[in-house]
């Protein structure tokens, strides 16, 4: 299982592209910022107020103020609101996979143990007819 180290602690993620995926959401929310003061100069006044409405929009919590005058800020606000959605949907995901499995950690290492039992026997089985077969000689003798 793969780890994300913060400092000196190792935590475990679920699947190799969680880590991808929420370091491109915060480009895009810093990349948004910058295009969104660019654009929408009316209703965005700079970059830090672009990333206060990026970043609204991309954690699901809708406009922060007014809505996007410009074409290009509409289509910019809803890449932002669908990756937002995505981006939770798949931590979300993610999270849940890893409570499912360590929940499941104590039946699978039982299995585990149970397979070992049974081929241990299939072993055992095995030699003690390997040892039978030897006393009686070749077949069809």
Request: hydrophobic share 50%; no cysteine.
């Amino acid at each position: 299982m793969k780890h994300l180290v913060l400092g000196r602690r190792h935590l475990p993620i679920s699947s190799a592209w969680l880590l991808p995926v929420i370091l491109s959401a915060i480009l895009l929310v810093l990349v948004s910022a910058a295009a969104a003061a660019a654009i929408e100069t009316r209703t965005v006044d700079g970059f830090w107020r672009g990333l206060w409405w990026s970043t609204s929009l991309i954690t699901t919590v809708g406009f922060i103020g007014e809505a996007p005058e410009t074409t290009a800020g509409a289509l910019l606000s809803a890449l932002l609101m669908i990756v937002g959605f995505l981006t939770l949907a798949l931590v979300s995901a993610s999270l849940a996979a890893l409570f499912v499995r360590e929940e499941e950690l104590p039946t699978r290492e039982e299995e585990s143990s149970r397979e070992h039992e049974v081929l241990d026997a299939l072993e055992r089985f095995e030699r003690r007819l390997d040892a039978i077969e030897a006393r009686l000689g070749p077949p069809g003798t």
